[in-house]
Structures are given as structure tokens and as C-alpha cells.
């Protein structure tokens, strides 16, 4: 189950994102301090360009494999095995969480034929 202390931190990184705007050092370092290496994965998925909105579904790049994130829920096992069984005290695996950076700071790169950066 997750904490009412991570909720919490969670809404204030989130309302921190949205007044700040991009991804700065200190916003990274507080994605990572609130998710740790969920927070780190999501923050190289963005930067090596793995987010990616096609019409209106979004994919994450793993290190593997990509993977759908429809709303909140993802395709990827860490999802399944202990986000949803609430095995972690995290909301999201790290493909969400990069989805939902992107979707706050509207930073994706878009596929079409060419794939171009937003």
C-alpha cells in the first residue's frame, strides 16, 4: 500500500513541476528523491528521447523493450508484479512516471513517419 507520507510527497514534487515549468537539476534531484530509481530511469528514458506520443497513445522506451501507458496503468512487469500487487511504496513504475513528466511539461517526441522532437 502506498504511504500517505509518499502521497504526499508526490503532490508537492508534482505542484513543483507544474510552477517550475521544465526539468531542472533541482527538479530532477526531487523525481529522484521522491521515486528514487524509478525517478532515475524515467528521467533517461526523457532524456535519450524513449517518450514518445503516437495520435493519442503514449509508448516509453525500456531498456529492452517499449511499452504502452494508457492513463496510469503500463504493459511492463515491474507494473504488474509490484506496483499493482502494491509490493513497492510507489504509485507508478518508472514508464509511467516518464509519461507523466512529459504529459505535465508537454515534452514527447511525436511518431509519425519521421519521428520529431516537441
Not at 84 to 108: N, P
Amino acid at each position: 500500500m502506498v504511504s500517505d507520507a509518499f502521497l504526499h510527497k508526490k503532490r508537492e514534487l508534482f505542484n513543483r513541476l507544474r510552477e517550475v515549468g521544465e526539468l531542472t537539476d533541482d527538479m530532477k534531484q526531487a523525481i529522484v528523491s521522491v521515486y528514487g530509481s524509478r525517478g532515475s530511469k524515467a528521467l533517461e528514458a526523457i532524456q535519450r528521447g524513449g517518450v514518445v506520443k503516437q495520435n493519442d497513445r503514449w509508448f516509453v522506451r525500456g531498456k529492452g523493450d517499449e511499452y504502452e501507458v494508457v492513463r496510469t496503468y503500463c504493459t511492463c512487469r515491474d507494473y504488474v508484479l509490484n506496483v499493482v500487487t502494491e509490493k513497492v511504496d510507489a504509485d507508478m513504475c518508472y514508464h509511467i512516471l516518464a509519461k507523466v513528466i512529459c504529459e505535465q511539461l508537454d515534452a514527447y517526441y511525436s511518431r509519425e513517419e519521421h519521428a520529431t522532437r516537441h
